[in-house]
């Protein structure tokens, strides 16, 4: 809408370097470069408000249906409305005729008290709105991948404690076919459980269990030791590295890709809030300024880089969306195609 109602007349004020259709057309051309850069501006928050009760609220995919949707587009245009047609009844500056018919330029009311108004519902307080549910959104991304890290940390302790223990066993296949057995002692081997009372009088329970591992092509040495038969194996190099447990890896998959993920949407807000902010705020500091200031110079080229620069912004935002995010990708095949040329994929949001 911008580059529609907007644009073509600003280019015939840019070319002709004053403002020659009238008073009515002036009234007709701030009206609705006010209310199309009011819209896109607050579309902004509300793709913002959208994005934070998202990541914020696990239940809100389900609630988020057209009625609402509409309902926070309703919302955009009537501000954008109420402050686009303001100076039409009324509300604008005394010297508005003399300005356009005498001084040959078209401006938006530079009335004080208007300009203030303009500024803040269209520049200053989306921008507010716009940096804090980001920053939300940011803290929320970072919270759930130092989550994720917390739960790779206690599995890793976990993971430690085994090969501490897979240690123990790398220790004794480290010398070529040691036996992994020790005779035990011959009191207790092969015998059933046994009372042994220690000095204190106190009997303590004894109950032993002969573990006998024996590899293919291994054969066990047995020997007799007080009349206590012990029975060891020579373990192949092949059953060694068998018992020997696997290095788990470093990172999972699930992990990895949440992390690329939480950084690619941290990285478009970034994009994002950067354009909204080089692009419109030159323009809204010198509208500001220009009613606060009326005795100071403000260079009309100056002036028109900056308004231009903010319709690049109404540019820019559909580029910026379609290049970063899939969803919106979509939404504008859809829109310019239509649903007939949109091969269902499962799994995808529609």
């Known amino acids: 809408m911008v580059a529609c109602l907007v644009m073509p007349l600003g280019a015939v004020y840019e070319i002709s370097k004053e403002w020659i259709l009238?008073?009515?057309?002036?009234?007709?051309?701030?009206?609705?470069?006010?209310?199309?850069?009011?819209?896109?501006?607050?579309?902004?928050?509300a793709i913002a408000l959208d994005r934070y009760w998202a990541v914020t609220q696990v239940d809100y995919i389900h609630s988020r249906n057209g009625t609402r949707i509409g309902l926070m587009i309703l919302m955009v245009w009537l501000t954008a409305v109420v402050v686009s047609i303001a100076p039409l009844f009324g509300w604008r500056d005394p010297d508005f005729l003399v300005r356009v018919n005498e001084h040959k330029k078209c401006l938006v009311s530079q009335d004080?008290?208007?300009?203030?108004?303009?500024?803040?519902?269209?520049?200053?307080?989306?921008?507010?709105?716009i940096l804090?549910?980001?920053?939300?959104?940011f803290q929320a991304a970072r919270k759930r991948i130092h989550k994720s890290k917390f739960g790779g940390k206690k599995e890793g302790g976990q993971q430690r404690g085994t090969n501490r223990?897979?240690?123990?066993?790398?220790?004794?296949?480290?010398?070529?076919?040691?036996?992994?057995?020790?005779?035990?002692?011959?009191?207790t081997v092969g015998g059933p459980a046994r009372e042994a009372i220690r000095p204190n009088g106190v009997a303590e329970h004894q109950q032993t269990t002969a573990f006998t591992t024996v590899a293919s092509g291994a054969s066990p040495d047995k020997s007799s030791n007080n009349g206590a038969l012990s029975v060891c194996s020579h373990v192949s190099e092949v059953s060694r590295q068998e018992m020997l447990p696997k290095e788990p890896p470093?990172?999972?998959k699930k992990e990895t890709l949440e992390a690329k993920r939480e950084k690619?949407?941290?990285?478009t807000l970034a994009i994002i809030t950067g354009a909204f902010v080089i692009c419109w705020l030159p323009f809204f500091v010198t509208a500001l300024l220009m009613p606060v200031c009326p005795g100071c110079y403000f260079s009309d080229v100056m002036f028109s880089i900056f308004l231009w620069l903010g319709y690049f912004n109404?540019?820019?935002?559909?580029?910026i969306y379609?290049?970063?995010?899939?969803?919106?990708?979509?939404?504008?095949?859809?829109?310019?195609?239509?649903?007939k040329n949109q091969r269902y994929r499962p799994g995808k949001t529609r």
């Open 322 to 339: 379609t290049i970063f995010s899939p969803e919106f990708r979509e939404a504008f095949k859809r829109i310019l195609f239509g649903r």
């Open 112 to 129: 004080l008290a208007y300009q203030v108004f303009a500024t803040m519902a269209t520049f200053y307080v989306p921008l507010t709105a």
């Open 132 to 137: 804090i549910l980001y920053w939300k959104i």
């Open 264 to 267: 690619k949407a941290a990285k």
């Open 165 to 187: 223990k897979g240690k123990g066993l790398r220790a004794a296949a480290a010398g070529g076919d040691a036996a992994l057995c020790t005779p035990p002692p011959p009191a």
């Open 22 to 45: 009238g008073p009515e057309l002036c009234d007709m051309w701030t009206s609705s470069d006010v209310l199309c850069c009011t819209a896109s501006i607050l579309h902004l928050v």
């Open 250 to 252: 470093k990172k999972s």
């Open 314 to 319: 109404s540019t820019l935002n559909p580029i």
